[in-house]
């Protein structure tokens, strides 16, 4: 059953302008498997983190730090199940979580799809 979706859209040399401008900005948005990653891989993050932020509803008790994009063997993109995201997700009764990123054209888009869980127990 769906629990929530939620896209954004990042602008590339946008995004590069305030990670130069702010370089706390990178420790601060990503953690230290992302930081290292080109600007576009970064704002295709960025994009998904609020992404999942709307598709929850809310960030409630949830901290960038909380929310890591990282890819499978198949370098298909998911949210790493940390535990503050485990318990946000948990909380309200949301299950698994479908992410998906481009860039293109100077943006950069992620889409997430929600899934509430049966029992309303995190999974």
Same mark, same amino acid.
């Given at each position: 059953?769906?629990?929530?979706? /939620?896209?954004?859209? *990042?602008?590339?040399? +946008?995004?590069? =302008? +305030?990670?130069?401008r702010?370089?706390?900005l990178?420790?601060?948005?990503?953690? %230290? @498997?992302?930081?290292?990653?080109?600007?576009?891989?970064?704002?295709?993050?960025?994009?998904a983190?609020e992404?999942?932020?709307? #598709?929850? /509803?809310?960030?409630?008790?949830?901290?960038?730090q909380?929310?890591?994009? *990282?890819?499978? @063997?198949? =370098?298909?993109?998911?949210? %790493?199940? !940390?535990? /503050?995201? +485990?318990?946000?997700?948990?909380?309200?009764? %949301?299950?698994? @979580?479908?992410?998906?990123?481009t860039h293109?054209?100077?943006? %950069? !888009? @992620?889409?997430?799809?929600?899934?509430?869980? !049966?029992?309303? #127990?995190?999974?």
């Open positions: 059953m769906l629990h929530g979706i /939620g896209v954004d859209t *990042v602008d590339i040399p +946008r995004f590069a =302008r +305030r990670l130069e702010t370089p706390a990178r420790a601060r948005l990503f953690t %230290a @498997a992302e930081r290292e990653l080109p600007v576009h891989s970064l704002a295709a993050r960025f994009a983190k992404a999942l932020i709307k #598709a929850i /509803g809310g960030s409630g008790g949830l901290g960038w909380d929310i890591e994009i *990282v890819r499978d @063997a198949d =370098r298909a993109p998911s949210f %790493a199940p !940390t535990p /503050g995201l +485990r318990r946000e997700l948990g909380s309200r009764g %949301a299950g698994r @979580a479908h992410l998906s990123m293109d054209g100077g943006f %950069a !888009t @992620a889409f997430v799809i929600l899934e509430r869980t !049966t029992d309303g #127990a995190e999974e």
